[in-house]
């Protein structure tokens, strides 16, 4: 997600975000705890998101 949002940035001309990068990273949590990876659920990435 980093990598991509660096690119995006560097190669498309966005402007970089922390927040958007944040939101980026809580969907794919999510959508990787949907699939059922158990080990990430212990990872509060909504408290990370509201702190950023």
Do not use: T, Y
Not at 23 to 52: F, P, S, T
Request: hydrophobic content about 50%; proline content about 2%; charged content about 15%.
């Amino acid at each position: 997600m980093l990598w991509g949002h660096r690119n995006s940035c560097v190669f498309e001309g966005s402007s970089p975000s922390l927040s958007v990068l944040l939101r980026l990273l809580a969907d794919e949590h999510h959508l990787w705890c949907l699939a059922g990876a158990k080990g990430l659920r212990a990872l509060d990435v909504a408290q990370i998101v509201r702190a950023g």
